[in-house]
T-cell receptor, first 112, second 113 residues
């Protein structure tokens, strides 16, 4: 299985702090995506990084990808209470292009 | 610009009944994907459809489960003779092509009594 695995399972920080989540996967990928899921809701796409990219930014989000280590990290800077959610990485199998493999997610709690 | 719409949001069925889950993709999207999320787990791919065609159903159980995406109307995920193990959240996603990203609906929470 090339399922992504997030680490840590849970993370609790205060507003203004940075939050870092990691994702590891097992096989070659076309791209890796990060999604956010608020309780009881669907997934919201945050950012996509392709296998030939090493770093990508979007607002307060910074994603890195190390294909040699088969790992990625998501950094949320200057966190806000509204960032409280579960965060998932999803990998896209080579040759698939559509079937996303999700890990169990990191549950982030940002307290005021 | 409405997002992916799923209904119902919650569905309760007794063992042996049928469950029908509906998904209307985002406007202009002709690619639909269904995923299942068990408690404390990540989403698992079930099936990928384009209008009137099943492209890949490798993640869907061979028995009792079927999916369709007719020329007119929403995509339907149908579960016949439901069992307790079918209790999960079922998410639909859509895209305008086979490329990412996929846009997700809020899911249908299926509970089997």
């Amino acid at each position: 299985s090339q399922q992504g695995e997030e680490d840590p399972q849970a993370l609790s920080i205060q507003e203004g702090e940075n939050a870092t989540m990691n994702c590891s996967y097992k096989t070659s990928i076309n791209n890796l995506q990060w999604y956010r899921q608020n309780s009881g809701r669907g997934l919201v796409h945050l950012i996509l990084i392709r296998s030939n990219e090493r770093e990508k930014h979007s607002g307060r989000l910074r994603v890195t990808l190390d294909t040699s280590k088969k790992s990625s990290s998501l950094l949320i800077t200057a966190s806000r209470a509204a960032d409280t959610a579960s965060y998932f990485c999803a990998t896209d199998a080579m040759g698939s292009g559509y079937a996303l493999n999700f890990g169990k997610g990191t549950s982030l709690l940002v307290t005021p | 610009n409405a997002g992916v719409m799923q209904n119902p949001r919650h569905l309760v069925r007794r063992r042996g009944q049928e469950a029908r889950l509906r998904c209307s993709p985002m406007k202009g999207h002709s690619h639909v994907y269904w995923y299942r999320q068990l408690p404390e787990e990540g989403l698992k791919f079930m099936v990928y459809l384009q209008k009137e065609n099943i492209i890949d159903e490798s993640g869907m159980p061979k028995e009792r489960f079927s999916a369709e995406f007719p020329k007119e109307g929403p995509s339907i995920l149908r579960i016949q003779q439901v069992v307790r193990g079918d209790s999960a959240a079922y998410f639909c996603a859509s895209s305008d092509s086979g490329n990412q990203p996929q846009h997700f609906g809020d899911g249908t929470r299926l509970s089997i009594l």
